[in-house]
């Protein structure tokens, strides 16, 4: 059983920045793909940000150039800096991490991750 903890939520101002991490556990093999969704009320989850045990990355269109997504050497942390927020990227976001490596074009798709996160809040105010 993979353990996933989000933290660094919050709330803040349009075009203000915050950043997510995302630590994985539990799993004897301990490198992880990753990914960060996000999920507003009434709406479908959706990705955001993935990278997988190769480095390999990938973005949802609305995001690139304003959220990086990272991953520590382990290959077990993730991280997402986001910047020039927008009232639209407010959603709770999670964390999902799978032990096998989606394909690209599955990258941002929620069913290549068996290991969800609880989420954590992300507000911004316009």
């Known amino acids: 059983q993979v353990h996933v903890v989000e933290s660094g939520g919050g709330s803040v101002q349009s075009g203000g920045s915050l950043r997510l991490s995302c630590a994985a556990s539990?799993?004897?093999?301990?490198?992880?793909?990753m990914a960060w969704f996000r999920q507003a009320p009434g709406k479908e989850r959706e990705g955001v940000a993935a990278?997988?045990?190769?480095?390999?990355?990938r973005y949802r269109d609305s995001v690139t150039d304003r959220f990086t997504v990272s991953q520590d050497n382990a290959k077990t942390t993730l991280y997402l800096q986001m910047n020039s927020l927008k009232p639209e990227d407010t959603a709770m976001y999670y964390c999902?991490?799978?032990?096998?490596?989606?394909?690209?074009?599955?990258?941002?798709?929620?069913?290549?991750?068996?290991?969800w996160g609880q989420g954590t809040q992300v507000t911004v105010s316009s």
């Open positions: 999902a991490a799978s032990i096998t490596k989606p394909a690209w074009w599955f990258q941002l798709t929620p069913r290549s991750y068996n290991n």
């Open positions: 539990g799993s004897t093999y301990s490198r992880y793909s």
């Open positions: 990278i997988d045990s190769d480095g390999r990355i």
